[in-house]
């Protein structure tokens, strides 16, 4: 149950981080709201799941996979350039939650 609460975390900060980018610096209101509600609910279910899943393991995946999905959206929606630093970060950034998640577990 703790990973599903988990996805649910990292969905929420995704979907708050791109309401952010809509929001125009907090200047439109409703992408501003979903950014506020979306955080909340992030946090809230990133709560829940540490209850069951270790703090680092959490917080590697959900900051790991946040990250690399916000990227992938920046390329998508919003027409940002793949650069091959881009693609080493991302690269790095799974890597290193593997390496957390192999390594980790006593």
Known sequence: MGY????????????????MKYSGGFSRLWPSL????????????????????????????????GT??????????FGEALTLAKVAGIVLIVGGVMVLNLGGAR
């Open 68 to 77: 690399a999905t916000i990227a992938v959206i920046g390329l998508v929606l």
């Open 34 to 65: 979903l950014t506020a509600l979306g955080y909340v609910v992030a946090f809230a279910l990133l709560a829940q799941t540490l209850k069951t899943v270790s703090v680092g393991t959490a917080y590697a995946i959900w900051a790991g996979a």
């Open 4 to 19: 599903l609460t988990l996805a649910g975390a990292i969905a929420a900060e995704v979907a708050a981080t791109t309401a």
